[in-house]
């Protein structure tokens, strides 16, 4: 008995001093990226860009959409999830495919402004102490503007209002469902999901974002239904 006990507490003491060590690299590696270029710059360059769309002009479509399929719990926890992550990890175990990446809005903003686009695990400790400083500084209508604004659609159209006026001709508050349910899933992957890329995996890709609308009540079935048929 004395064994194990002695075994549990030296698991403990080994796991406490690796968060430590994690959480240091990811404070400094954060902290260099700020020494940069400050947050409230990275920031301003977003919401002062001459197509900058702020939440009250999207449609009420696209952002049930992109709560839906991205981070479904977004208005009830902090800058991280990790039930969602949990969550993530189950629902791609059980479906053979990565569906679900676990990353919060908020952390998905932090990754598009502060760090590359490299997935490493020095970016994604940062990412973690980028998102807890989003979440200080602005509030959550803010930080989805800022990640709508800051996406990558394919077809070179950077933000959400050069990609409704590049693929349908239209404002971002004037999205019907089909276009806000389109739209929301391309930036999970633009060179795979754009419409203009593969119609065939970007339906697919929709039919998805529809489901997970259907699964948190933004739509019934029947709405979703007609849309997929329709392809």
């Given at each position: 008995m004395k064994f194990f006990r002695k075994l549990?507490?030296?698991?403990?003491?080994?796991?406490?001093?690796?968060?430590?060590?994690?959480?240091?690299?990811?404070?400094?590696?954060?902290?260099?990226?700020?020494?940069?270029k400050p947050l409230l710059t990275r920031?301003?360059?977003?919401?002062?860009?001459?197509n900058y769309t702020p939440f009250?002009?999207?449609?009420?479509?696209?952002?049930?959409?992109?709560?839906?399929?991205?981070?479904?719990?977004?208005?009830?926890?902090?800058?991280?999830d990790f039930r969602g992550i949990a969550r993530a990890i189950w629902t791609n175990i059980r479906n053979g495919e990565l569906q679900e990446g676990g990353s919060t809005i908020t952390q998905q903003v932090?990754?598009?402004?502060?760090?590359?686009?490299?997935?490493?695990?020095?970016?994604?400790?940062?990412?973690?102490?980028?998102?807890?400083?989003?979440e200080k500084k602005f509030s959550k209508e803010e930080?989805?503007?800022?990640?709508?604004?800051?996406?990558y659609f394919g077809e070179n159209y950077y933000g959400i209002y050069e990609a409704s006026m590049g693929y349908y001709g239209k404002?971002?508050?004037n999205l019907n469902?089909?276009?806000?349910?389109?739209?929301?899933?391309?930036?999970?992957a633009p060179s795979v999901y754009a419409p203009t890329v593969n119609p065939d995996l970007a339906n697919q890709r929709q039919a998805h974002v529809l489901e997970t609308m259907v699964e948190n009540g933004y739509i019934t079935q029947t709405q979703a239904d007609e849309i997929i048929n329709s392809k």
């Open positions: 549990l507490l030296f698991i403990i003491i080994i796991i406490f001093i690796a968060v430590i060590v994690l959480g240091i690299i990811g404070f400094w590696y954060y902290s260099r990226a700020l020494s940069e920031t301003d360059e977003v919401t002062k860009s001459e009250s002009e999207l449609s009420q479509d696209y952002i049930n959409a992109v709560i839906s399929v991205e981070d479904r719990r977004y208005y009830e926890h902090g800058a991280v932090a990754k598009n402004l502060v760090f590359s686009q490299e997935e490493t695990l020095q970016r994604k400790l940062g990412e973690f102490f980028a998102a807890y400083d989003l930080i989805f503007a800022l990640y709508v604004n800051s996406s404002e971002p508050k469902l089909d276009e806000a349910s389109m739209l929301a899933g391309i930036p999970n």
